[in-house]
């Protein structure tokens, strides 16, 4: 699983662990590249990451606008935000490996991923079902 510049609130730091563990295989990596924007986002993304089982590694080198040409590049495509991520730790590189054994916990399994599914889904025709019952009798009041 590959994510990049996705940490910017508290909350994504346990949405995307949860969002990346209910899609990793046994053996399975999360890389997950970004710039910070905020200070305490990479340590809360860690613990999280730890909380799933998975082996989670912080490289603050990898990205290092200085010795690599891509990071570079994208550090001059966010020049606008540059002082918020370099006060914040700067860009960033995890990796986080999934044991050989390991099975995401049972409420981020499959069969909770496709319960999850068919309730949005349930939830969605009910809500089409009764706009199209307010559109045909003309009361577009909920």
């Known amino acids: 699983v590959i994510a990049a510049d996705v940490l910017y609130l508290p909350e994504h730091c346990a949405a995307l662990p949860a969002a990346a563990a209910a899609h990793l295989a046994p053996g399975g990596r999360l890389v997950v590249a970004c710039g910070l924007r905020r200070a305490g986002l990479i340590e809360q993304l860690l613990i999280e990451l730890k909380a799933l089982g998975l082996n989670p590694r912080l490289d603050r080198r990898a990205l290092d606008p200085s010795g690599n040409e891509a990071a570079r590049a994208t550090a001059a495509e966010h020049a606008h935000d540059g002082a918020q991520i370099s006060a914040a730790g700067g ?10 054994d390991w099975a995401p916990p049972e409420h981020l399994g499959p069969e909770a991923i496709a319960a999850a599914k068919r309730r949005a889904g349930a939830a969605c025709d009910a809500e089409e079902s009764s706009s199209s019952d307010d559109d045909e009798s003309g009361n577009n009041n909920p």
Do not use: G
């Open 91 to 100: 860009y960033v590189l995890v990796t986080a490996d999934a044991p050989s």
